[in-house]
C-alpha cells in the first residue's frame, strides 16, 4: 500500500508505504497526524462503500418519511396526535420500507413508474389512515436518484473537513491538495481547491476496516457522548466498535479467544481481568482476576485505557486479519517499560495477523523497542521509517528506513542539550 500527499494540512508533500508497520517519528507541529488523518479518512470513505451509500439513502428516506408522517397526522388530527399512535412501531414499519426502497428502486428506470410503487409501496405498509399521496415522493426520489459517486464524494470531503476542521488545504500554500492510494493494482486518486473536491478517480474497494487511536480519554466518553456530534470523525466509528452490540457473542469471544491467544497473553500481562457491560448499555467494567470488585473503566488509568481499547477491539472481534490501525503517539501515556511493551504487542499484531499498522512517535523508547522486536519477530523488512521535519513553514516527510539513527539522534538531542546544560551548573 502507497499513500502519497501533496499540499494538505501543514504537510507539502509525503510519499509513505504500509506494508507491515510504518513509523513516522518527528517534532510536535511538523505534520505527523496528517498522514494518518488522510489515510483514515480514504480508508473509511471506501470502506464496503455500496452498503454505506444504501444507508445514506436509507436513512434521508426515513426522516422524509417520517417528517412527512407526522405533519399528515396533525393536519388529519386538527393539530393532535392520534391516540392509537405508536412511534416506536410507525418508526420500524418506516425503516422497513426504506430498505425495501433501496433495495428494489435500481430496478424501476422511469420516475413515474417509481412514484407510482412508491405510492403502492407505502400505503400498505405505513399508518394506514395516512395517505401515501401526501408524502413528498417527488424528494424520495430525489435522494434514490442521487448518484453513488456524488454520494462517495460528499463521504471523503466531509470526512476530510471533519479531521482537518475545515481546513484541508495547505495554509502556506495557494496549491492543490491531492491525496492518491494505490493498492496492489487499485488506485483512489482525490484533487482538493479551496477545501471542495475538485477530481475523484477510483477503482477501489476497501473491505477491511480502518481504526484511527489518538486518544485514551475515549474510554470514558463511551457512556454519554452524542453519536450524531461525531459522525464523520474517526472518534465516532471507533466509539460505534467499542460498543458495538452486533459484534458482540459468546461465539465471537471465543473465536477471538483462539485466533488472538498469542495478543491476548502479551494483553494479560498488562490486563489480567476482563470487560463487561451492562445489558443494553454503555457502561463498561473491568473485573479483575480473582477480584470481587468491578471497576468502571473512567476509574482506570489512562496508561490502561491504551490497552482497553486494543482489548475492547479484539474482544468483540473488530479487528480483522489485514486490517489497518492507525496509532498517533501511543506512547504519551505509557511508563517506558509499557511502552516496550506496547511497542511488542503492535508487532504481534502485524507478525500474526498481516496488518498495517501506520504510527507516529516522539519516543526513543517506543522506536528502538519497534526495531528491537520487529527483529526478534523477523518482520523487519516490512518496518518503513519516516521523519517529519519543516522546510521553511511547510511540513515533509524524510524516508529513513535506511538511516534510523538519524531518528534517534532528532528526537534525544533535547534531552541530550538538557545534561551538557547541567554540567555548566556542576560543582
Not at 462503500?49 to 396533525?74: G, T
Not at 493498492?183 to 479551496?194: A, G, P, T
Not at 474510554?219 to 464523520?232: A, N, T
Not at 496509532?327 to 498481516?354: N, R
Request: aromatic share 10%; charged share 30%.
Amino acid at each position: 500500500m502507497k499513500l502519497s500527499i501533496k499540499n494538505v494540512g501543514r504537510l507539502k508533500e509525503a510519499d509513505v508505504e504500509i506494508n507491515g508497520i510504518t513509523v513516522i517519528a518527528g517534532e510536535n507541529n511538523t505534520g505527523k497526524s496528517t498522514v494518518g488523518k488522510v489515510l483514515w479518512s480514504i480508508f473509511s470513505s471506501f470502506y464496503k462503500i455500496n452498503e454505506q451509500i444504501a444507508i445514506e439513502k436509507q436513512e434521508s428516506i426515513e426522516k422524509v418519511i417520517f417528517n412527512s408522517f407526522l405533519d399528515s397526522m396533525y393536519q388529519d388530527n386538527m393539530g393532535y396526535l392520534d391516540p392509537f399512535y405508536n412511534e416506536e412501531k410507525e418508526k420500524e414499519n418506516i425503516k422497513k420500507v426504506s430498505k425495501k426502497i433501496v433495495n428494489t428502486f435500481e430496478n424501476i428506470k422511469d420516475d413515474t413508474e417509481l412514484k407510482y410503487y412508491l405510492i403502492n409501496t407505502l400505503n400498505k405498509i405505513i399508518y394506514s389512515d395516512v395517505n401515501a399521496s401526501n408524502y413528498k415522493i417527488d424528494e424520495i426520489v430525489k435522494i434514490l436518484r442521487i448518484t453513488n459517486d456524488r454520494i462517495g464524494e460528499i463521504a471523503i470531503l466531509k470526512r476530510l473537513l471533519k479531521e482537518f476542521n475545515n481546513q484541508i488545504n495547505n495554509i502556506y500554500s495557494e496549491a492543490e491538495a491531492e491525496m492518491e492510494l494505490i493498492i496492489k493494482d487499485k488506485s483512489l486518486k482525490i484533487v482538493i481547491e479551496d477545501n471542495k473536491i475538485k477530481d475523484l478517480r477510483e477503482d477501489i474497494y476497501v473491505n477491511t476496516e480502518v481504526f484511527y487511536i489518538d486518544d485514551p480519554h475515549i474510554v470514558d466518553e463511551l457512556e454519554e457522548i452524542s453519536m450524531e456530534k461525531i459522525k464523520f470523525s474517526h472518534r465516532g466509528q471507533l466509539i460505534e466498535n467499542l460498543l458495538n452490540v452486533e459484534k458482540e457473542s459468546v461465539i465471537n469471544e471465543l473465536l477471538a479467544e483462539d485466533r488472538w491467544e498469542k495478543i491476548n497473553d502479551k494483553l494479560n500481562d498488562i490486563i489480567q481481568g476482563k470487560f463487561t457491560r451492562k445489558k443494553n448499555g454503555r457502561s463498561f467494567f473491568y473485573e479483575e482476576k480473582n477480584g470481587y470488585e468491578k471497576i468502571n473503566v473512567k476509574n482506570l488509568s489512562m496508561g490502561l485505557k491504551v490497552f482497553t481499547i486494543i482489548k475492547l477491539l479484539i474482544q468483540n472481534n473488530s479487528l480483522k486479519e489485514n486490517g489497518t490501525i492507525i496509532l498517533d503517539e501511543p506512547e504519551i501515556h505509557l511508563h517506558p517499560e509499557w511502552q516496550i511493551k506496547f511497542a511488542e504487542l503492535i508487532v504481534l499484531l502485524q507478525k500474526e495477523f498481516g496488518m498495517h499498522i501506520l504510527l507516529t512517535t516522539h519516543s526513543p523508547y517506543f522506536l528502538k523497542a519497534i526495531q528491537v522486536y520487529s527483529k526478534k519477530y523477523e518482520i523487519s523488512d516490512k518496518c518503513k521509517y519516516y521523519m517529519s521535519e519543516l522546510d521553511g513553514e511547510q511540513a515533509i516527510l524524510v524516508d529513513k528506513t535506511s538511516k534510523t539513527d538519524d531518528l534517534f539522534y532528532k528526537l534525544a538531542i533535547s534531552f541530550e542539550n538538557l545534561m551538557n546544560e547541567e554540567e555548566l551548573y556542576e560543582d
